[in-house]
């Protein structure tokens, strides 16, 4: 008798321990959701740009150095 | 010249004498403590035959051959838990325990489980069963490393700060619904808590047992020690030795429960995570574990501060050092701590064998939970889930992550789903932590 009642117990504990572990994670699941989106609205920039920004710009102006190098380059031996 | 050598000589005397009349006092003190013991250290002339004789008395040869010996067991809380260990505890049972040791050696050095939680394990069970030695009592090198950290819940609590330090949130916070498939793999303890109690634990044994399905070493040493305190040395190996089994005991169910096309099920990659989200996150746990569930911010709390330490990203510092030197320092003693469980007086009794069933039940249920969650989630998202990263929903940190990106190999080539599986994994450490808060809140 002792041992079915024990049984029912442990059944308890298992809905009670799911439920909360269930519970706790879509809190989370949820939480993490909104966070995204306020972070995506109030920070827009930081995460794609401030890595991206300055090493697209150094690649740019060395490819613009670079072009104006070779046009000047074609320039002069157009003018030979 | 010779004054010179005199008052050196002198000097040399009288220092010899105070060291003479301390060490005389302090015999006294101690004779005065242990009559008993005293009177033994009187020596008497024994013949050549007598010293070979008494000498053969205190080898491991004769201690592991004779079995009326007296020895006891040795125990960190000192020498009033000590017992007598009946003959094969003392014999047979040894030589068993040392066979096992070195079956965990070749495991950890030519399969390669686990060798950094295997090593020191199997190496504190060795130093555990030598005969006389007492190195599992209370002034014993493996008494003192158990009452250092693992008696009152400290050392777990460091590695949970470790692994925090380590763990890289992103791919859950890329994918936060995985997060769920970490709670789904929970079922493995409270289902095994169930069969449990059937077997006959009673309930607070039964909870303890159970949290070795969330394959979470620190987890089950926090809960162990508060309910079932006893229990603890065959919950701990159990519990580690399945964390070091994960790539044996996995995939046979992961590949059970999955067809060949679901595991070859290509998901997209991950979005990338604003720096914030990463920094928030362990705060975010933190508040929600301390409205939900303070019983669970020990553990909690510690793996929070090691994230957010890492995550600050101005105390690399220290982040560093809980990541690598401290949590390996811990590493060892915990290692050894629980090696020392490993003595047969302890190891081998009948508890162990259903500790250790119970353990793989509880570990395989919360494996096919997680993957049959995923499979369920599959059907019902837009976006592809491969089922097998439900597998990663226990929380042994990171390889059963390694195992489903390794099965998922398998079925296809080049589909590589390690990050999609951290997201579960973690999330997993998270679940288990909050289902050892619910069972303590059970039982205060």
Known sequence: ?80 | MKIKQIFISLLFAMVAMTSMSYATEHQDTTSVATEESSTKRVYEPKSLSELASSFWQTTGINALLDTHDGETTADPRGSAYETELNWFQSSLGRIIMILIVFLLFYLAIAKGFEPLLLIPIAFGGLLANIPLANMGGEHGMLGIIYNMGIANEFFPLLIFMGVGAMTDFGPLLANPKTALLGGAAQFGIFGSLVGAVMIGFDLQSASAISIIGGADGPTSIFIANRLAPEMLGAIAVAAYSYMALVPVIQPPIMKALTTKEERRIVMKTLRPVHRLEKLIFPILVLVLSILVLPESTPLIGAFAFGNFAKESGVIDRLSDTMQNALINVVTIFLGMGVGSKLAADKFLVLETMGIMIIGLLAFSAGTAAGVIMAKIMNKFSDEPINPLIGAAGVSAVPMSARVVSKVGSEAKPGNILLMHAMGPNVAGVIGSAVAAGVLLSIFK
């Not at chain 1, 009642?5 to 879509?26: D, H, Q, R, S, T």
């Open chain 1, 1 to 80: 008798m002792a041992d079915v009642n024990n049984v029912v117990e442990a059944l308890k504990f298992m809905v009670l321990g799911m439920g909360v572990v269930y519970l706790f994670l879509y809190i989370l699941v949820v939480l993490v959701k909104v966070q995204a989106s306020l972070i995506a609205k109030y920070f827009p920039e930081n995460i794609p740009k401030i890595p991206t920004p300055p090493v697209g710009q150094t690649i740019d102006e060395d490819e613009n150095r670079r072009v104006a190098a070779i046009i000047a380059a074609v320039s002069e031996f157009r003018k030979k």
